[in-house]
């Protein structure tokens, strides 16, 4: 299970020991676009992965839950419509 919170975090710290370490003149410029570069991909390809997991999911719920899904969400709007009608 990816786990994007834990993958944005890590994203956002090794951006901010790469910004110090520019700032302490020891990576250059090209260096960092390049690091960040990979940075974003593997924040990319955390990101897909959570969002295929998520989906995976879904699908099985619905193939596993989808009369009890359909079932609920009927009677949600039937509430709904009985209290909005005066």
């Not at 994007?4 to 960092?32: C, F, H, I, M």
């Not at 969400?73 to 419509?81: D, I, N, P």
């Amino acid at each position: 299970m990816p786990n994007l919170l834990a993958a944005t975090q890590d994203y956002w710290r090794k951006l901010n020991e790469l910004q110090a370490a520019y700032q302490r003149g020891e990576v250059s410029l090209p260096e960092v676009d390049a690091r960040v570069a990979e940075l974003m991909s593997e924040l990319g390809q955390e990101r897909r992965a959570a969002i295929a997991f998520t989906i995976a999911n879904m699908r099985h719920l619905w193939h596993q839950q989808r009369e009890m899904i359909m079932g609920v969400s009927l009677l949600s709007v039937l509430t709904y419509a009985w209290a909005v009608m005066p």
